[in-house]
């Protein structure tokens, strides 16, 4: 590993200058705009601050020739029991830098500031809206932010509105005092707020706003202990991610004249108590945790109470000074470095857990230093060996086992690897071997050997692009062969053999597109698959077998789609199980399926644009099982034994005469099946003449009133309590037929007691009413209570009138 790039990364991790606890309370979105067209993908939010302000109300007031670019990674974290969101921000302009142009930029009125005030009152923050509109004391409409309260104020309004002007301070000023109120405004502090007027002309505006102090507001008001929960990085986070906390308010040294800061250690436990381990204590010169940053001396600690590290920071913030890091099994110094202003500077080395040295480096001003920079194994041996030129690497490196054999070698030029870099077995045999170009681009043949000194793999490069690549078995036998394009893309044949040499695949590229005739081999030989490409696209006959050589399926193609027939086999057997016709994808015709033993013909179904239209007809050993059709591929009716049925219909038996009727006339054979309906009714068939009663309704074929009642009424003197019930209806109603409730009551009657549940039902309602019948609730109760085990959804609210009516 080079000196430079072997530095723990724990060093980068403690070198940045600020000390990272910082919040966000005031919501913001996240978006990229350029020339004034604005967008956002997400918002931070809190309990505290429920209003989320897309960046567009701030994106909106820039001018258009300006670019920002912001990018937000979320992690989340609570304070005092708050969930708060805490972003990471990478932008070119800051939050409240954005929010100092934007009161500059803004095209709103400033107006003059208001006589000062002395209305003042204590209360908590609930959240802030930014960038709202409201009225200054000479009614012109300005550009405020809105604060409102957790606690009543004097004003008695929901929010109270603050900028600038109202605060006589310079834009930047406000910005910056927004900024410190994040810390105070998350851990619901009070505040001590002026504001001019409630009643005057305009909007109430604070004209100042500071946090509560036991002089200012009274001990009541005054903070108490808080905590955040800490990351590995000493960010904020959610309690149940946190690994640190520390405590505010900071308690303050008046020996160094610093605030200390403490940082202890959460334990794995479900409630997360405090294992009072502490973690790290360093110190900063101010009690805002948004604005702190380590200075002076730092010390962290693992979690088993061993030192971790310890360093020190200037007055800037910077590390300065010595810097050490521990191991934790045995204390034993890890690194040993210093700094001076934020930079590494002098003799850095690392050291083994034993104590030995691995590796020994000198810094200048964080750039390695000229020379040499050889690495050590425990015993003291030569691990690796390269040098620096101007910082970096250049010149031979080397790498070496534990026995001092040479690992691997190569050659660096201001840390570009070039020429020939070659790694060896340990046994001092070649294991592989690169070649670059002074680019350090791939150029030229890279190989790869077993240690038995075969070759395995072969690459050839031309400044940086593959141009072909093979690869070996350890028995010698070829494993695969590519060729590729000037662009590295897939060109020629690609093949692929199996250990005993036999061809497992074989492909044609041309660009990377697939073109030409796709294959795939068992590894006794014999084909597996077939598939033509043109252009990428299957286009053809494509074929599968099984493993005895037996076809199992093809299907025809064209530009990608199937188009043509589709025939499967039985891998088993070898006998055709299926057969399909596609038009451009989509079944289209007679779809076939066969016994996979005998061969003979199990179904035959007809398809329409992938649907079932038609007839399917089922057979088995004796011929036609049953039939069914189809109408957009929703079953319409089947009929078992059709043939058998339309031989016992042509010779007279009436219930066959109804069933194949029935069928035709529901499968739209329309004329058919009147034709048998009527050959049944003629034997006075009760179903077959109820059935035509209700098709000459209008059901099917226009409606033919004459028709309909003569086969009702036939129907119903027959028994049919579908007709008898219908016929009672008509007479309730007075439809078709003359109101006459009382023969109403007897057509419901014979239906009921054959145990139509609709006859139930109307005849229940008719002795519920008096209706054509003498009102009788035990009557009502009874054929109601039947229509409703019938499953007859209004009898059940009738039964409920019932007992109301009969309390």
């Known amino acids: 590993m080079p000196c430079f790039t072997a530095m723990r990364a724990e060093i980068a991790l403690m070198s940045g200058s600020a000390f990272a606890v910082t919040h966000h309370a005031f919501s913001s979105g996240?978006?990229?705009?350029?020339?004034?067209?604005?967008?956002?993908?997400?918002?931070?939010?809190?309990?505290?601050?429920?209003?989320?302000?897309?960046?567009?109300?701030?994106?909106?007031?820039?001018?258009?020739?300006?670019?920002?670019?912001?990018?937000?990674?979320?992690?989340?974290?609570?304070?005092?029991?708050?969930?708060?969101?805490?972003?990471?921000?990478?932008?070119?302009?800051?939050?409240?830098?954005?929010?100092?142009?934007?009161?500059?930029?803004?095209s709103y009125a400033k107006s003059e500031s208001p006589p000062a005030s002395t209305i003042t009152f204590i209360a908590q923050i609930d959240h802030v809206e930014l960038n709202k509109t409201a009225l200054s004391h000479d009614m012109k409409l300005v550009l405020a932010d809105r604060f409102y309260f957790k606690t009543s104020n004097p004003c008695e309004t929901n929010s109270i509105s603050a900028r600038p002007e109202s605060m006589d301070i310079t834009d930047k000023a406000y910005a910056d005092k927004l900024k410190k109120l994040e810390t105070p405004f998350l851990d619901d502090r009070y505040f001590f707020m002026t504001i001019n007027q409630c009643d005057g002309n305009g909007t109430p505006m604070l004209t100042d706003i500071k946090v509560c102090t036991t002089e200012l507001c009274g001990a009541e008001y005054t903070k108490k202990m808080s905590t955040v929960w800490l990351d590995e990085t000493l960010k904020p986070t959610a309690k149940r991610l946190a690994i640190y906390f520390i405590q505010s308010p900071l308690p303050y040294d008046e020996e160094k004249k610093q605030w200390k800061v403490t940082g202890w250690y959460i334990s794995s436990t479900d409630n997360q108590s405090s294992t009072k381990q502490i973690a790290f204590e360093g110190y900063t010169d101010t009690d805002n945790l948004s604005d702190s940053k380590f200075i002076s001396s730092f010390k962290s600690w693992f979690e088993s109470g061993k030192i971790k590290n310890i360093a020190n920071y200037n007055p800037k913030g910077e590390r300065d000074g010595k810097y050490e890091s521990y191991y934790n099994s045995n204390g034993n110094v890890y690194e040993s470095l210093s700094f001076s202003n934020g930079l590494i500077n002098g003799e850095f080395i690392t050291y083994y857990e034993n104590g030995a040295i691995e590796s020994k480096r000198?810094?200048?001003?964080?750039?390695?230093?000229?020379?040499?920079?050889?690495h050590f194994y425990e015993d003291g041996k030569i691990k690796q060996q390269h040098s620096y030129l101007n910082s970096k690497l250049d010149g031979p490196a080397y790498e070496y086992y534990p026995d001092g054999k040479l690992m691997q070698e190569n050659f660096y030029q201001q840390s570009v690897l070039i020429g020939n870099d070659t790694s060896y077995y340990q046994s001092g045999k070649i294991s592989s071997i690169h070649n670059r170009n002074?680019?350090?681009?791939?150029?030229?043949?890279?190989?790869?050997?077993?240690?038995?000194?075969?070759?395995?793999?072969?690459?050839?490069?031309?400044?940086?692009?593959?141009?072909?690549?093979?690869?070996?078995?350890?028995?010698?036998?070829?494993?695969?062969?590519?060729?590729f394009d000037e662009q590295g893309q897939l060109n020629g044949l690609v093949k692929q053999w199996y250990k005993n040499g036999n061809l497992a695949k074989s492909q044609n590229y041309k660009h990377d597109i697939l073109?030409?005739?796709?294959?795939?081999?068992?590894?006794?030989?014999?084909?597996?698959?077939?598939?033509?490409?043109?252009?990428?696209?299957?286009?053809?006959?494509a074929k599968s077998w099984n493993k005895y050589g037996k076809l199992t399926y093809s299907i025809e193609y064209k530009n990608g789609v199937e188009n043509g027939a589709y025939r499967n086999w039985s891998k088993n057997t070898g006998k055709l199980t299926k057969e399909t016709l596609y038009v451009n994808g989509i079944r289209q015709g007679v779809e076939k399926e066969f016994n996979?033993?005998?061969?003979?013909?199990?179904?035959?179904?007809?398809?329409?644009?992938?649907?079932?239209?038609?007839?399917?007809?089922?057979?088995?050993?004796?011929?036609?099982?049953?039939?069914?059709?189809?109408?957009?591929?929703?079953?319409?009716?089947?009929?078992?034994?059709?043939?058998?049925?339309?031989?016992?219909?042509?010779?007279g038996d009436s219930s066959a005469q109804f069933a194949l009727g029935k069928y035709e006339f529901i499968c739209a054979n329309i004329d058919e099946g009147i034709k048998w309906l009527t050959k049944s009714a003629e034997q006075k068939n009760t179903d077959a003449i109820y059935f035509l009663a209700t098709a000459y309704k209008g059901n099917g074929i226009p409606a033919n009133n004459e028709k309909y009642l003569a086969y009702l009424q036939q129907a119903a003197t027959l028994g049919s309590s579908n007709a008898q019930a219908e016929i009672g209806y008509l007479y309730l109603i007075g439809k078709e037929l003359p109101q006459n409730l009382p023969d109403a009551g007897v057509w419901f009657k014979k239906a009921a007691a054959q145990g139509n549940f609709a006859a139930h039902f109307y005849l229940g309602r008719m002795y519920q009413n008096g209706d054509g019948v003498e009102r009788n609730m035990e009557k009502a109760r009874f054929h109601l209570s039947n229509a409703a085990e019938g499953g007859i959804e209004p009898a059940l609210k009738a039964l409920n009138e019932l007992e109301h009516q009969t309390k």
């Not at 002074?438 to 077993?450: F, H, L």
């Not at 795939?520 to 077939?530: A, D, F, H, K, R």
């Not at 996979?596 to 011929?623: A, I």
Request: net charge negative; hydrophobic share 20%.
């Open 30 to 106: 996240a978006g990229r705009t350029s020339d004034g067209n604005g967008s956002h993908a997400s918002t931070l939010k809190s309990p505290s601050y429920t209003k989320s302000i897309s960046w567009q109300h701030y994106l909106r007031l820039i001018p258009y020739n300006w670019t920002i670019t912001l990018e937000v990674n979320y992690t989340f974290y609570e304070i005092s029991g708050i969930n708060y969101s805490h972003g990471k921000y990478i932008m070119y302009k800051s939050l409240f830098t954005i929010i100092i142009l934007l009161y500059s930029a803004s």
């Open 362 to 374: 000198h810094f200048n001003n964080d750039k390695i230093k000229d020379g040499e920079c050889p």
């Open 438 to 483: 002074s680019r350090g681009q791939y150029d030229g043949a890279n190989e790869r050997y077993s240690e038995e000194g075969k070759l395995l793999s072969k690459s050839v490069y031309k400044d940086g692009k593959q141009i072909s690549v093979q690869t070996w078995y350890e028995n010698g036998q070829k494993e695969e062969e590519k060729h």
């Open 515 to 541: 073109d030409g005739n796709s294959e795939e081999w068992y590894e006794n030989g014999i084909p597996e698959s077939l598939y033509p490409y043109k252009n990428g696209k299957t286009d053809g006959i």
């Open 596 to 651: 996979d033993r005998t061969g003979k013909l199990l179904t035959s179904t007809q398809y329409v644009n992938n649907k079932r239209h038609g007839t399917e007809e089922t057979y088995d050993q004796n011929g036609i099982k049953y039939i069914t059709c189809y109408q957009n591929d929703q079953k319409l009716s089947s009929l078992d034994n059709p043939t058998q049925i339309k031989d016992n219909a042509t010779t």
